[in-house]
């Protein structure tokens, strides 16, 4: 307001000099007009001219008066519609979503980020009651806004509105206390969508918590690997020395078992280690083997039915590091025991489409995945799985490991009918030395 006041006092100072100026000099004119043409007439013409001397001086001055203010409203006008336009271009343009609303919560402005954030165009708000506060979040939204009109310091806070398909979105808002003349006081709301945010935070969260369940499952493999070498030497001493028959097969059984918990651990602490990657020929079928007989407990809980054929192989190599070529097959593996149900059935099919390539097939009839999230299906962080069943970094880290590899893989699926994870990797071709092949 402390600005308006002087252009006011100019316009009217402006006003009253400009017509007194014109008053004088119409005054001036006529008088000097009746002393040359009219000095010798009758009082009644001169009473006469007097009184038109002041309806003209009346009228021009009326006329002044009428263009001058109309001029400066029109130019106010101009100045408010240009200020309101680029307050408009100001609030469209913000990559946040504004809303202001009064104290009942009738909204009075609504921009095109909050149109894209909740579904609600601008005119299905205005004037309404705001339609994205969940009911449970009405006490919290009460409370900010007693704050904000308290005057208290600003406040970020992360919480829930719905959109108009009903869903609940994660937003960041903060509520501004707006204030437009003398009246009621308004708040404004500025939100943003931190959906992707919060969806990486848990699954940083996920994360932490399999690196941490990794390294006690490490931890705990090798304290077993003595008392499970301890228990195996005992056995096998007892089998020297017992001649019973029955007694000796149940021996036998329990040797074998013991030598499937040592393998499993074994296995367990061999892909627990990270060591320094160096690429050198390696049997792809043997690997495969390898993680195939890592996963057996996994897939016996599930009761699952794996055929694993890498004949077409015929002992073929590639150049690779056997530790991430071991994470690519348990990654693929792993997955596909996620999406089948108890008594499910995986296939392993290994094939030379031509002398210089392999390619692997891993099929499963599990859920399939939706033609809708292939495209993204190998995004990091995206997954279909349920929550807390996957971080959505398995595929991504898959594929990373075959590209290094100079291979190529994609899946085929659709819902309910399974899927197939194919990739294709270099087959290892010797030239001269191995020196000479190691890129």
């Given at each position: 307001?402390?600005?308006?006041?002087?252009?006011?006092?100019?316009?009217?100072?402006?006003?009253?000099?400009?017509?007194?100026?014109?008053?004088?000099?119409?005054?001036?004119?006529?008088?000097?007009?009746?002393?040359?043409?009219?000095?010798?007439?009758?009082?009644?013409?001169?009473?006469?001219?007097?009184?038109?001397?002041?309806?003209?001086?009346?009228?021009?001055?009326?006329?002044?008066?009428?263009?001058?203010?109309?001029?400066?409203?029109?130019?106010?006008?101009?100045?408010?519609?240009?200020?309101?336009?680029?307050?408009?271009?100001?609030?469209?343009?913000?990559?946040?979503?504004?809303?202001?609303?009064?104290?009942?919560?009738?909204?009075?402005?609504?921009?095109?980020?909050?149109e894209r954030l909740y579904g609600f165009?601008?005119?299905?708000?205005?004037?309404?009651?705001?339609?994205?506060?969940?009911?449970?979040?009405?006490?919290?939204?009460?409370?900010?806004?007693?704050?904000?009109?308290?005057?208290?310091?600003?406040?970020?806070?992360?919480?829930?509105?719905?959109?108009?398909?009903?869903?609940?979105?994660?937003?960041?808002?903060?509520?501004?206390?707006?204030r437009e003349g003398p009246g009621a006081?308004?708040?404004?709301?500025?939100?943003?969508?931190?959906?992707?945010?919060?969806?990486?935070?848990?699954?940083?969260?996920?994360?932490?918590?399999?690196?941490?369940?990794?390294?006690?499952?490490?931890?705990?493999?090798?304290?077993?690997?003595?008392?499970?070498?301890?228990?195996?030497?005992?056995?096998?001493?007892?089998?020297?020395?017992?001649?019973?028959?029955?007694?000796?097969?149940?021996?036998?059984?329990?040797?074998?078992?013991?030598?499937?918990?040592?393998?499993?651990?074994?296995?367990?602490?061999?892909?627990?280690?990270?060591?320094?990657?160096?690429?050198?020929?390696?049997?792809?079928?043997?690997?495969?083997?390898?993680?195939?007989?890592?996963?057996?407990?996994?897939?016996?809980?599930?009761?699952?039915?794996?055929?694993?054929?890498?004949?077409?192989?015929?002992?073929?190599?590639?150049?690779?590091?056997?530790?991430?070529?071991?994470?690519?097959?348990?990654?693929?593996?792993?997955?596909?025991?996620?999406?089948?149900?108890?008594?499910?059935?995986?296939?392993?099919?290994?094939?030379?489409?031509?002398?210089?390539?392999?390619?692997?097939?891993?099929?499963?009839?599990?859920?399939?995945?939706?033609?809708?999230?292939?495209?993204?299906?190998?995004?990091?962080?995206?997954?279909?799985?349920?929550?807390?069943?996957?971080?959505?970094?398995?595929?991504?880290?898959?594929?990373?490991?075959?590209?290094?590899?100079?291979?190529?893989?994609?899946?085929?699926?659709?819902?309910?009918?399974?899927?197939?994870?194919?990739?294709?990797?270099?087959?290892?071709?010797?030239?001269?030395?191995?020196?000479?092949?190691?890129?």
């Amino acid at each position: 307001m402390d600005r308006e006041v002087p252009s006011y006092r100019w316009f009217w100072a402006t006003l009253i000099l400009s017509s007194i100026s014109i008053v004088a000099a119409v005054f001036a004119v006529w008088e000097l007009v009746e002393s040359h043409f009219f000095r010798d007439v009758d009082y009644l013409t001169l009473h006469t001219l007097y009184i038109t001397r002041g309806v003209a001086s009346s009228l021009l001055l009326a006329s002044w008066a009428a263009w001058f203010v109309l001029r400066q409203r029109r130019q106010s006008e101009e100045v408010l519609q240009r200020s309101r336009e680029h307050y408009r271009r100001l609030l469209e343009v913000s990559p946040s979503a504004v809303a202001l609303y009064d104290a009942s919560l009738r909204v009075s402005e609504w921009n095109q980020a909050a149109e894209r954030l909740y579904g609600f165009s601008k005119a299905d708000v205005i004037g309404r009651a705001l339609p994205t506060v969940p009911r449970e979040k009405d006490e919290e939204l009460s409370k900010l806004l007693q704050s904000a009109e308290a005057g208290e310091p600003m406040a970020v806070l992360e919480t829930l509105r719905r959109d108009a398909r009903g869903t609940l979105v994660d937003v960041q808002l903060s509520v501004l206390p707006f204030r437009e003349g003398p009246g009621a006081c308004q708040f404004l709301e500025v939100t943003e969508d931190i959906r992707e945010r919060v969806r990486l935070r848990q699954t940083l969260l996920e994360v932490e918590k399999l690196t941490s369940m990794g390294k006690t499952a490490a931890g705990t493999a090798h304290h077993l690997n003595t008392p499970l070498a301890a228990m195996l030497l005992r056995v096998q001493m007892m089998r020297e020395r017992v001649h019973d028959g029955q007694t000796e097969g149940d021996l036998e059984q329990l040797e074998g078992s013991l030598h499937f918990c040592q393998q499993f651990v074994r296995r367990l602490l061999e892909f627990s280690r990270r060591p320094a990657a160096q690429k050198q020929p390696e049997d792809v079928g043997r690997i495969i083997e390898s993680v195939v007989s890592f996963l057996a407990p996994a897939l016996h809980a599930l009761n699952a039915e794996v055929s694993v054929d890498i004949e077409a192989l015929d002992g073929s190599r590639m150049l690779g590091d056997r530790n991430l070529l071991e994470a690519l097959f348990s990654i693929l593996m792993s997955n596909a025991l996620d999406a089948i149900p108890s008594g499910g059935t995986i296939a392993i099919r290994c094939a030379r489409p031509s002398s210089e390539l392999i390619e692997v097939r891993i099929a499963d009839d599990g859920c399939g995945i939706a033609p809708a999230d292939i495209p993204r299906i190998f995004e990091p962080f995206f997954t279909t799985k349920g929550p807390g069943r996957g971080t959505g970094l398995g595929l991504a880290i898959a594929r990373s490991i075959v590209v290094e590899h100079g291979g190529s893989i994609w899946l085929e699926s659709a819902p309910a009918r399974g899927t197939i994870a194919v990739l294709t990797l270099p087959v290892f071709q010797p030239t001269g030395t191995y020196e000479e092949a190691r890129p």
